[in-house]
């Protein structure tokens, strides 16, 4: 059944059929009493049923094949296609209801002939030879009309043995919750994979044999063509054109040359080369642990501190209120630095969050420690000097002395500087907002960076953008670089992805902002509440950026 184009079996259609309507009729009752779970759970004694009715349907084949053609006078099709030309050209819509209802009628004739099924199975076989071709006809008419129903049906674009196989399961009952559908099992069915049909494929013996590259070597004109329906399809999911025409390059010179295995059509060569690509830029090699690094300045007494940058409207604010929230729900105190000295209601927007994240966890939860707390000085001032003073208000206050050791395990520590009043586990600093092309504000930025050296320094970037997304990080980065006084200056850290809960599959930005600075995606903004930030998944983004 799988490699029909190779080796036709003509008798499947009528085997599946048989196979269908016996098994059904065999376990009606069984089904209509146990449900689907019982189905699921049942064995069938079915073995001996489906060899004879692949005995019968081979014998059936065998019979047909040597059958003289008769003339067109002779044959009774004739008549018969006539008769359905002088249907077929009535009304479109009585047309569509007819053909439904022949289908339906199959269906319905099978069940009402399911009842006495076994008796219609035992006629058959003592009727004549010419009975027999008489009513092999009428199928293959019906059969004939079907197939070119499904073809001009928006169905009828997957595999017909996809559609059979369904029709398979029709007749199931629901499953219950919890219970693998038979649908959901026939998917992952490999076989059914190799059969279904490819959308605007090459069609034919031939397509196909062009598609097994067999022990071939591959060859950059094998590939140009699946890579150029890759490269498009990149795009349309958001990928920035330049990167997706550069990644598509880098897996056209690595596969340039293999030697393909038997059965491995170029397509999936290809589609696998790029995936593993994909996954690969994903999950840089320098990963941010916030967390764990967190912990280590807590361990060495300081605040550990994160700057926000970014063009306006992106999130910046959101996603630090909801990092701030990730933060203290993991049990460290957050001081936000509200440095847009700029945009009017900035200073008010984090007010807000801190009111509503200390509303979350109020000090009496946490035996009396504020756990969030917002270090602001209104507007106009200079961001980098704002950002200096919270720093230093946020350092643990530890009454003097400087322990050689500076370790949380170091005992005379402990008992010299027990109490850390006002100190802070880290101190997040928003920024203004600023267009990348902007010189005079880049500098500021780069200012900011050099003077307070953060610990981590993220930019946020939309996922909604495309090659917009990729120009800002860019430009963002080189500014940091051509504007810094330090003669290694603070590059960013790493990227805060926001609003992926508004681009359905289109996931390409996360591609294209990893893949053009090596920048790892720590945080990924899903929607507007506290709670939505996530880690990135790199499968499931390049599922997602694979999907058809
Ligand atoms: P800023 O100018 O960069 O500080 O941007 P804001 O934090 O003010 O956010 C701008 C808008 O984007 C606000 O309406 C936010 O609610 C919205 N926003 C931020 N992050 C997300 C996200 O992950 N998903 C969605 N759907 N909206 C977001």
Known sequence: VGFQK????????KLIDDVHKEFRDKYRNQFQQKGTLGLLNGTFDFKDDFLRLLRDAEESSKVRAPTVMKTFEQSVKSQKTVKCMIETRGEKPKEKVKNKKNKGSKKEGTEAVAAPGKASAGDKQPSAAGDREELTKDEILQKNREEFFKRHMKAGEKSRWVTRARSLYSSFKPALPGVPQPQQMFHNSPPLLLCSTKKGGLGGMFGMLKGLVGSKSLTRADMDPVLEKMKDHLIAKNVAAEIAVQLCESVAKKLEGKVMGTFTTVTSTVKQALQEALVQILQ??????VLRDVMDAQRHRRPYVVTFCGVNGVGKSTNLAKISFWLIENGFSVLIAACDTFRAGAVEQLRTHTRRLNALHPPESHGGRTMVQLYEKGYGKDAAGIAMEAISYGRWK????????????????????????????VVLVDTAGRMQDNAPLMTALA?????NAPDLVLFVGEALVGNEAVDQLVKFNKALADHSMAQTPRLIDGIVLTKFDTIDDKVGAAISMTYITSKPIVFVGTGQTYCDLRSLNAKAVVTALMKA
Do not use: H, M, W
């Not at 190779?6 to 259609?13: F, N, W």
């Not at 050791?405 to 006002?422: D, G, I, K, M, V």
């Not at 200012?447 to 003077?451: C, E, F, G, Q, T």
């Open 447 to 451: 200012k900011l960076i050099a003077v």
């Open 6 to 13: 190779i080796l036709t079996l003509t008798y499947v259609d």
């Open 284 to 289: 840089p090699q320098r990963r941010v642990d």
């Open 398 to 425: 530890t009454g003097g002395g400087t322990c050689f050791f500076r370790e949380e395990s170091c005992l005379r520590c402990l008992l010299a500087y027990p109490a850390r009043n006002q100190g802070f586990d």
